[in-house]
């Protein structure tokens, strides 16, 4: 699973984008690497918007992780393992990346390729959740 999402460093960012070398988002980049492990995605991606998290009552980033992965507490988190992050306690959450070794994470955001980022304080303040790929 790190192996593959190591792959995709350097990809460009490109909203909704989740192909290798092309261009992904966040959601892109976890997509992008489920494909390459299972095959088929496990349900249909509807087009969103860049806001679309602030315009939510509900949660459907971590609602959609949940159907798929095994939901982890955050103190078991390996690398290879998803990290969802809120920007705000009150809001939904917005932001994938996958855990990479040495306080790491491997993700997409606006303005850069998909990048290895120190996991530091701001970022580990914000994890909503921590999922498992499926074995």
Not at 27 to 32: E, F, I, Y
């Amino acid at each position: 699973m790190l192996h593959e999402a190591r792959r995709w460093i350097g990809t460009p960012y490109r909203h909704q984008g989740s192909r290798l070398g092309v261009g992904c988002d966040c959601l892109g980049l976890l997509r992008g690497i489920w494909r390459s492990l299972y095959g088929r995605e496990p349900e249909a991606m509807p087009a969103y918007s860049r806001d679309w998290a602030e315009m939510r009552a509900d949660d459907p980033l971590l609602e959609a992780a949940r159907r798929h992965m095994a939901e982890i507490a955050t103190h078991e988190a390996m690398p290879g393992d998803v990290l969802a992050f809120r920007w705000r306690r009150h809001l939904p959450a917005k932001h994938l990346a996958i855990l990479g070794e040495s306080e790491t994470i491997i993700h997409a955001y606006e303005g850069h390729a998909v990048a290895v980022s120190p996991l530091v304080p701001a970022w580990r303040s914000r994890i909503a959740a921590v999922f498992r790929f499926p074995d």
